[in-house]
């Protein structure tokens, strides 16, 4: 990686080795009070605009719905909600909560009344999660091997937005390493490599 360090200038091997295996089980890892202030901001942000029901595209009727005599109104009905058909307007949350029949609108638009609102709150959970294993000043964190799994998920979730408010493409990498530093892209360019490297080693954490 290249970039400013997102930590202090202390224990540097330790905070920049990302996450680590326990022998009894789980996984840990330390961060500084900046890199644990980062991430607690960006997972935060996310989890706001994925609870955001009220959001473009985030209610209505889409092209799945067929209209007050729909029979899956009913069984809907037993699950205790019915969620939006159509995808969200915004892309961040289109990509976050993509159509699962990328080839069939109507299929894709009841799939989603049934699940879009499940999805959501696990997602906002994961976030949660995350808040509530990370101290606002860093140090040491040990996570069992369930919240790891819940970590994983929240920091894809924010990959992901970074991922589309940056256009993030295959060389984009290349880009980056030319990029001026005292370009604003820069940073948040780094940003999205750290978190892709926190990614990477907690999945070697976890197999």
Known sequence: ???????????????????????????????????AGLIRSLVSQVG??????????????GPGDAGPGNPLDDVAALFGSTGPAAPPDDPVLARLLPDAYRDD????????????????????????????????DGGRIELTEEDAQVWLRALN?????LGVRLDITEDTAQRSQDLDPADPRA????????????????????W
């Open 1 to 35: 990686m290249s970039g400013p360090d997102p930590g202090d200038t202390g224990e540097v091997g330790d905070l920049m080795g990302g996450f680590r295996a326990r022998r009894k089980g789980g996984v840990t890892a330390r961060f500084a009070p900046t890199q």
């Open 48 to 61: 706001e605009l994925i609870a955001d029901q009220a959001g473009p595209g985030g209610a209505g009727r």
């Open 105 to 136: 609108t109507e299929a894709a638009g009841e799939f989603r009344r049934f699940t879009e609102q499940e999805l959501r709150s696990g997602k906002v959970a994961a976030a949660q999660t995350v808040l509530d294993t990370l101290p606002p």
């Open 187 to 206: 940073a948040y360019l780094w940003v999205y490599d750290w978190l892709t490297y926190l990614q990477e080693t907690l999945v070697r954490a976890l």
């Open 157 to 161: 979730d924010v990959r992901l937005v």
